[in-house]
């Protein structure tokens, strides 16, 4: 398991109640928990002993790793009187890292019109009283997107936007041609994307996105359409990872 204060501190409510009740289990196989109690103690010593994230650090007693720590204590421990319990000493930071980066998404008065757009062609009609002749259509929304992306095609965070529209539209979008059109303009987004190789996890994690959407919202015919134009973008890690799914199976 990793042993950052992020992983550990994630839910550290649930990772502590998973733990007691293995404890409690092995306590009523074998007769003794000690075993999985000192592992957990050496997993959070990991964690109190390395690099503590900088928010973390200045949340002090009310810390997820104050709150792993309290648990231990109070619910782990008395399981196993063999294994020393977690001194306040412990709790101490051996070293202060960064604060997490945060990027913010949907900030640009681009992207906030672009929003305000996906979501008159979602959601629609328009309110009673408007000019329904003014409402952008699915035409008009993915000329909008490819041009966005076109003059913005160096921001990740436009990238993400666009990824996140773009599989709005495809879970709710009942015309079959408005689409296919909505899947070509997401595939079109993520063939040969220069965050493929540049950033190759944040590209994925669009991908992924994509793929998901077929097998678990869509109908058959539409998640075969998924697989195929993903598969014939002309993009060659597309290419394989679909393969991939094809020979083993989606995740």
């Not at 965070?157 to 539209?169: D, P, R, Y």
């Amino acid at each position: 398991m990793d042993a950052s204060d992020r992983s550990v501190g994630e839910a550290p409510g649930l990772v502590s109640d998973h733990v007691l009740e293995l404890a409690k289990s092995c306590a009523r196989n074998s007769g003794s928990a000690d075993p999985i109690v000192r592992a957990w103690r050496e997993c959070v010593m990991r964690v109190l002993h390395g690099t503590r994230c900088a928010e973390n650090a200045a949340q002090k007693d009310r810390s997820p790793e104050a709150r792993v720590v309290q648990d231990f204590n109070g619910k782990l421990a008395p399981l196993a009187p063999a294994v020393a319990l977690i001194a306040a000493d412990d709790m101490k930071p051996v070293e202060i890292g960064d604060a997490a980066r945060v990027t913010e998404f949907w900030t640009s008065a681009e992207a906030r019109r672009l929003l305000q757009e996906f979501k008159e062609v979602r959601f629609g009609p328009p309110k009673q009283g408007e000019d329904s002749a003014a409402r952008p259509s699915m035409k008009d929304l993915l000329a909008d997107f490819a041009k966005w992306t076109s003059d913005e095609g160096d921001s990740l965070t436009v990238f993400h936007e666009s990824s996140m529209l773009h599989a709005g539209l495809l879970q709710d979008v009942q015309d079959d041609n408005d689409w296919r059109g909505v899947l070509q303009s997401y595939v079109e987004l993520l063939r040969q994307n220069r965050f493929e190789n540049e950033d190759p996890p944040q590209w994925y994690l669009q991908f992924s996105r994509l793929m998901e959407l077929a097998p678990k919202t869509q109908p058959e015919a539409r998640r075969k359409l998924i697989r195929q134009d993903a598969g014939a973008s002309g993009d060659g890690l597309m290419f394989q990872l679909v393969e991939r799914e094809r020979i083993l199976g989606p995740k």
